[in-house]
């Protein structure tokens, strides 16, 4: 079968290899028929996170179950499923507590030895372990292209929201108007946002963030201190989310969320370091809640629902549908900022 693979820093291709097969009895394969090229792909593009030349790539992906194990109990043949982007044993103590990005046996897909050398979702076909935990059933009425990121991204934004605890009555910050941004901004509306605020330099995104409710703010034009003063009565937004992953992010989250407010940290970091003045943020009685992988099998039932009703909308996110042959475009487009989502059909 054809496969996008890591070829080296900032170079992918596609390429042919083995076709996957059941390897234990909880395994189901899947005939994906639609993946996505996402942000953090591009965090082994661009060597931020080790892979190894000739590993396969990708996580976010929805298709056809052709075949499963003995054990795959809920998943049958012909079910249309979304998988999860981290692959989890839902046996373990955390596991058991919903905690299932702290699994005791998680791999991610597409990440290789980092993520357990589990295979890409960018492919023809996949293999999913303990797939009654990792599979999701697509409703009868809803389009691969509403379902797909509930695997991952739609789920991460629905999370990190609720997370903030967001009341009716909360202003809402997000840091960074990127794909997942986009969905934070969402979930925050459908969780009850008196007010939401994308924060970013792009304008592109901003205004993708604005067609979902978002009032943007260009910080390369405007302080978002500033602007969350403004519509605060000078008190700062009640929950801020860092949906970027940089010590710039951060910083700006921190800057803008009142005293006593909530900061959800859910943007990627690895060895980012900063200096914390103990006393200023003790003072200020800041809430900062690390988001760390999402986990995405107690969460994307709520996202599903949210999908189905209307609550969140993943259209206006997507960019390109280019063909799987065609993935290395769509990473260059992905990485230059010139896609806000590529989709890859096989």
């Known amino acids: 079968m054809r496969a996008v693979v890591f070829d080296d820093i900032g170079r992918v291709s596609v390429t042919d290899v083995a076709d996957p097969v059941i390897e234990g009895p909880g395994d189901a394969i ?17 060597g931020k996170t080790p892979i190894d030349p000739g590993a396969s790539i990708g996580h976010e992906a929805v298709g056809v179950v052709e075949s499963t194990g003995s054990a795959a109990a809920g998943v049958a043949r012909g079910d249309r499923v979304v998988v999860a982007f981290q692959i989890a044993c839902g ?11 702290l ?10 030895a980092f993520g357990g050398s589990l295979p890409g979702a960018q492919a023809e076909r996949l293999r999913v372990p303990n797939a009654s935990v990792n599979l999701l059933r697509i409703p009868d009425d809803m389009d691969d292209e509403d379902a797909i990121f509930v695997g991952d991204i739609a789920t991460s934004g629905y999370y990190a929201a609720s997370l903030g605890e967001i009341g009716a009555r909360d202003v809402v910050a997000v840091v960074g108007a990127g794909p997942v941004g986009f969905f934070c901004v969402q979930a925050a509306r459908a969780l009850g946002a008196r007010r939401v605020f994308a924060l970013d330099r792009e304008p592109e995104r901003l205004s993708l963030a604005a067609r979902v409710g978002a009032d943007p703010v260009n910080v390369a034009e405007r302080h978002p201190v500033t602007v969350l003063a403004a519509a605060t009565d000078g008190r700062g937004a009640d929950v ?21 407010g909530r900061v959800v940290i859910l943007g990627v970091y690895a060895s980012e370091t900063v200096e914390l003045q103990l006393g200023v943020y003790w003072a200020r009685a800041l809430d900062l809640r690390f988001a760390g992988i999402t986990p995405v099998h107690a969460w994307w ?7 189905a009703g209307g609550l969140i909308d993943p259209r ?7 063909p799987l042959e065609d993935a290395a475009r769509g990473y260059e487009l992905f990485a230059a900022r010139r896609a806000t989502k590529v989709l890859l059909i096989p």
Not at 30 to 46: N, P
């Open 240 to 260: 801020v989310i860092d949906a970027v992953g940089s010590v710039a992010a951060f910083d700006t989250a921190v800057a803008v969320v009142r005293r006593g």
């Open 91 to 101: 046996r373990c103590w955390f596991c058991r507590r919903g905690e299932t990005q």
């Open 316 to 322: 206006p996110l997507v960019s390109h549908r280019l």
């Open 103 to 112: 699994c005791e046996d998680s791999g991610t897909l597409g990440a290789g």
């Open 30 to 46: 899947v005939r994906v028929t639609l993946s996505a090229v996402c942000g953090s792909d591009l965090h082994f593009l661009h």
């Open 301 to 307: 039932g709520p996202t599903m629902d949210a999908v």
